[in-house]
Structures are given as C-alpha cells and as structure tokens.
C-alpha cells in the first residue's frame, strides 16, 4: 500500500482519536466558522433549513438536475449525495454553510429521479447518475473542483474524478461505497440471487428507507457490473481522504482500505472513526469532515502559490 496513510499525523494534520476524533490545533476558517456561532447554539444547520435559491440544469434529452450554487473562491466544492439522499441533508448543509464562511465556492445538488431533480428514478441507473455529476462538473462549477462524494456519492466521485482529472483536484469520501451494490448482490446467496433475477426486483432491507426496504431492480444492479472499480487500479492522482465508521453496517470500513490501495494517488488517508455509523453525520462526524476539507483547501492552495 505504497502512499497510503491510515489517520495520517503530521505537523500539519490533527491528531485524530478513533473513538472521539479529539482535535489538537483547529486552524484558520474552522475556528472562525465555530467561533461566528453564538453559545448555546446549534453549530451545524438543521435538515431542513434552505440557504440558496433552486436553480435547474437544463438538459437535452436528459433530466433537469436541481442545484443550489454559492459562489466564491477556487477551488469549489461540488457535494455528491448517496443513494436515494437528495443536496438538503446534513452534511450538505453543514458543508455549504462552511464554504460561506471560507469565501469558497459550493454546489449542492439532487441526482436525476430524486429530489427536486426531474427523471424517473425507475429507470435511473449508475451510468445515468455518472453522467448527472459530469453535467453539473461541466456545466454549472467553475475552475477546480474538491469532491464530497456520500456512500453511492463516493463511488460517482471516482468516476467524475477519472472522466474530468484537470477540473478534479480532490476527494473526499464518506462511507465511500465504490461497487457497493454490486458487491452486496454478490454475496448472497446463489438461491436468492436466482430469485431475484427471476422477480426482477431485489428487497433489500435498509433501516434508512422509511419503509425499511429499497426495492432495487436487478437490471439496475447488472448494469451497475459495468461500472465497478476495485478489479483493477483506479487511475485517480489527486489528494484522496476517506472517512469511515467502524460501526457501519451497510458499508464495511474494509471497503475503504481496499479503495485506498486501488488508487493510484501517493496522497491517501484513511480516516477511520471507531463509534461512526453509515450516515456519519453526527457532530464529531461533520468537524472531521469540514477540517478535512479545510486542510485540503490548504494543501490546495500551498500547492497553487
């Protein structure tokens, strides 16, 4: 795993303790952004909170894509949601509202078949949701972008970064789920998995679906077969930081040392937090991934000047 730092330390990163991810020596934009909170009050937005107008992407012959852009400083940061996820969640918001107290460019957005976005989700697929990213890329962000890539997100990330390496000059992923799907459906067995092509429809339990099921098409998961990264190296040279629970019970943290070792960059953390669940949206869960954004833009910049 030649490059490839578990919770890297160094005179520049914080100490990271698995169990609380205690901070020594916040820096610059984060200490202000927390210090411009007023005391007793909620340091990250709720849910639901709405900061930018809706805009929308039109698109021939593909699905308009809602978006929500903040304008600002390079390079930007484009946050890619998971599956089902639409750009209001948590970490969104929390990434957003950071931004703006950088300066710093930020563009949140909803998948086609989701949210605000039109299409229908029925006939979405990976490769259609690869495309999604590469529009609002190429269409809606200017200069260089830093990507945030949730779960299924983390996967597209990868894909965005290896279709567009001169616009992509980082990634961060949480529970970063590259070939998720695909390998989830693999490891059940065969019986079921004759059923399910036989059905058409895979009910895979989730305790994140309302209705603790996502009904998933077995034609979604064959064509998402021709998306998967890990067989072979993943041709990414950016900075790369994964961030990952321990007590995820929908991807496994195994998952991002594996994607660690696949890509190619020589500049790859491995950030794990020992009591984080899938979603890691907690409090400490948002710090770390605002400092590490904040440490990339940094890097970013160093490395500009």
């Known amino acids: 795993m030649a490059g490839l730092r578990l919770a890297a330390l160094g005179a520049r990163v914080p100490c990271w303790r698995w169990g609380g991810a205690a901070v020594f020596g916040f820096r610059r934009g984060l200490s202000a952004w927390l210090a411009r909170k007023p005391e007793g009050t909620p340091r990250w937005p709720p849910a639901c909170r709405q900061k930018t107008s809706v805009s929308f992407l039109s698109r021939p012959e593909l699905p308009n894509l809602a978006y929500k852009k903040l304008k600002g400083k390079s390079p930007g940061v484009i946050f890619i949601p998971g599956y089902l996820s639409n750009m209001n969640g948590t970490k969104a918001l929390a990434i957003e509202e950071f931004c703006k107290s950088l300066g710093h460019a930020c563009i949140r957005f ?6 605000n976005s039109d299409g229908n989700l029925q006939e979405c697929t990976v490769g259609k949701w690869r495309k999604d990213v590469l529009s609002i890329i190429d269409d809606v962000a200017e200069g260089p972008q830093i990507l945030v890539g949730s779960s299924l997100g983390g996967w597209l990330m990868f894909h965005a970064a290896i279709a567009r390496p001169q616009k992509v000059v980082a990634l961060i992923g949480i529970a970063t789920a590259v070939d998720g799907l695909v390998t989830q459906f693999n490891q059940l067995p065969v019986e079921v998995k004759k059923e399910i092509e036989m059905k058409g ?28 990264l890990l067989h072979s190296p993943i041709p990414v040279n950016c900075p790369v930081r994964l961030l990952h ?19 190619v960059s020589t500049d790859v953390d491995v950030i794990l937090r020992k009591h984080s669940d899938h979603r890691m949206k907690e409090k400490a869960d948002i710090q770390l991934l605002v400092y590490t954004i904040d440490d ?10």
């Open 245 to 263: 629970g321990m007590k995820d019970d929908v991807i496994p943290w195994h998952t991002s040392i594996q994607v660690a070792d696949r890509v």
């Open 110 to 115: 909803d998948l086609s078949g989701v949210g």
């Open 296 to 305: 990339l833009i940094d890097k970013l910049s160093t490395i500009v000047n």
């Open 201 to 228: 429809m895979w009910d895979m339990p989730s305790k994140y679906s309302e209705e603790g099921i996502y009904h998933i098409q077995y034609s979604f998961i064959k064509e998402a077969e021709h998306h998967c």
